[in-house]
């Protein structure tokens, strides 16, 4: 039996906007706003952690991505430009479908699976992890990572960029990020702050002027930075980095500074 994320609602709400994902004006506007600023984050976690030099146009040659929560590919499509073999998965056809077709427009070789990441299929497969994964508590979570035949994904780099607060169990989700973890990769996250300020301004303000589709985000599920370090310390891992993405007049939004809104962490697995 393996473990269940997707919320139905969620994949409907999001697959309806499949058509206008890669519309920098359309109902993604936010998102390609946003963008930027991540990959700026995820470049600075890769360049210090592998030693990569800032000036590498391919930091990620040879390392296997897994993106979760893909969309139709905002994240996946920089991500193989940077070297990497791109896996995307998302809970809505409709992006996959989406994401694919841009993709083949821009000449890459992207992999999009729709579904429930617990079964996803790949044929990387660590003993390594599956032995750390042994200690965490994973219960209800699909860690076998050969059970059927298949293996389970191993992935240098995991990325899930706002979407923790759209499933259905936060810690079953994380735990399923975990098993495809490998052992010296890195996990990236980003999701919105459970503050009054994100409650007016990335609720009620931002879908009340149509910055954001109404209905994308509920504040009860968006998780304080403290709540998120407990999930992936629960899952085995260690946060090793936090900073704050904050509303910026001159660039749309910045690195750094408040985390009221939004924040970004970076886990690993904690050396033994």
């Not at 994949?11 to 600023?37: E, I, K, T």
């Not at 360049?47 to 030099?53: G, I, K, L, S």
């Not at 821009?106 to 660590?126: H, K, M, R, T, W």
């Not at 709540?227 to 007049?249: C, F, H, M, N, Y």
Request: with cysteine.
């Amino acid at each position: 039996m393996t473990a269940a994320t997707i919320n139905p609602h969620e994949a409907a709400h999001f697959g309806a906007l499949a058509a206008d994902w890669w519309d920098p004006r359309g109902s993604s506007a936010m998102l390609h706003r946003l963008n930027p600023v991540r990959l700026a984050y995820i470049r600075e976690q890769i360049d210090a952690h592998w030693h990569v030099d800032a000036r590498e146009r391919h930091p990620l040659a040879g390392k296997h991505v897994l993106d979760v929560g893909c969309g139709a590919g905002l994240l996946c499509e920089p991500l193989a430009r940077m070297g990497a073999k791109v896996i995307g998965i998302d809970a809505a056809p409709e992006n996959i479908a989406a994401a694919k077709d841009h993709a083949a427009g821009q000449g890459l070789a992207i992999s999009y699976f729709a579904g429930e990441l617990a079964d996803l299929p790949n044929p990387f497969v660590s003993s390594e992890v599956e032995t750390r994964l042994g200690s965490a508590d994973l219960r209800g979570v699909s860690t076998s990572l050969d059970t059927n035949g298949e293996g389970k994904g191993q992935f240098d780099l995991v990325t899930s960029m706002e979407v923790i607060e759209h499933v259905v169990d936060p810690a079953v989700f994380v735990a399923e990020l975990a098993a495809r973890l490998a052992p010296g990769g890195l996990m990236i996250l980003s999701t919105p702050n459970r503050t009054i300020a994100s409650k007016l301004l990335l609720v009620e303000a931002a879908e009340r002027i149509g910055a954001v589709p109404r209905g994308t985000h509920d504040w009860d599920r968006f998780l304080k930075p403290e709540e998120l370090t407990k999930l992936l310390e629960g899952a085995g891992l260690e946060v090793i980095d936090r900073t704050g993405l904050a509303p910026s007049p001159a660039r749309g939004f910045k690195l750094g500074g408040s985390e009221a809104l939004n924040y970004l962490m970076t886990a690993r697995w904690p050396d033994r």
